[in-house]
T-cell receptor, first 113, second 113 residues
Framework: ETGVTQTPRHLVMGMTNKKSLKCEQH?????MYWYKQSAKKPLELMFV???????ENNSVPSRFSPECPNSSHLFLHLHTLQPEDSALYLC????????????FGPGTRLTVT | KQEVTQIPAALSVPEGENLVLNCSFT??????LQWFRQDPGKGLTSLLL?????REQTSGRLNASLDKSSGRSTLYIAASQPGDSATYLC????????????FGEGTQLTVNP
């Protein structure tokens, strides 16, 4: 069991729905990340937060909206998604945002219908 | 732009065999290289982190080496077991990419009893 938890583990949503993914880290880390893993593609970094400030937005469409209320929690708010957004969404954390080992959560398997 | 390539894409070996997974990257200006394991539909488990100043790291039956100048890393697994079956991912953190990890597509390993 890792120190990074994600809920829900599975989510099916329609294109007009609004949902949120939640990530919580129990490691005392200062940086948190959202990644997207699509079938047969490498993991893609979406967002990076360091000390609750967004430090990187990797050209992600605005239908994905991250929120980091404190250094232990990270959310990804979803609205009007497309079927191609179906993927495994992984959260990670690290001690700091540069040159530290990243620890991953189990992921949320998202299906957009 | 950093590119990470992993060879082979898939590998099937009998139990007990020693094996080597390969990772190459195009930009040698890196902070570190990290090897991960991913079980089907699950998150990533960090196996080994090699800082750019290091040549290798060992953990149990795993040994990872790094040749930064040539842009190569290998993950050596000794005395493989069926429980080692998973996808192994290599990722590098570039000096110019901030906190971004660039991932390879992975090597899918099957160890047959």
């Amino acid at each position: 069991e890792t120190g990074v938890t994600q809920t829900p583990r599975h989510l099916v949503m329609g294109m007009t729905n609004k949902k949120s993914l939640k990530c919580e880290q129990h490691l005392g880390h200062n940086a948190m990340y959202w990644y997207k893993q699509s079938a047969k593609k490498p993991l893609e970094l979406m967002f990076v937060y360091s000390l609750e400030e967004r430090v990187e937005n990797n050209s992600v469409p605005s239908r994905f909206s991250p929120e980091c209320p404190n250094s232990s929690h990270l959310f990804l708010h979803l609205h009007t998604l497309q079927p191609e957004d179906s993927a495994l969404y992984l959260c990670a954390s690290s001690q700091d945002s540069v040159s530290y080992e990243q620890y991953f959560g189990p992921g949320t398997r998202l299906t957009v219908t | 732009k950093q590119e990470v390539t992993q060879i082979p894409a898939a590998l099937s070996v009998p139990e007990g065999e020693n094996l080597v997974l390969n990772c190459s990257f195009t930009d040698s200006a890196i902070y570190n290289l990290q090897w991960f394991r991913q079980d089907p539909g699950k998150g990533l488990t960090s196996l080994l982190l090699i800082q750019s100043s290091q040549r290798e790291q060992t953990s149990g039956r795993l040994n990872a080496s790094l040749d930064k100048s040539s842009g190569r890393s290998t993950l050596y697994i000794a005395a493989s077991q069926p429980g080692d079956s998973a996808t192994y991912l290599c990722a590098v953190e570039g000096e110019t990419s901030g906190s971004r990890l660039t991932f390879g597509e992975g090597t899918q390993l099957t160890v047959n009893p």
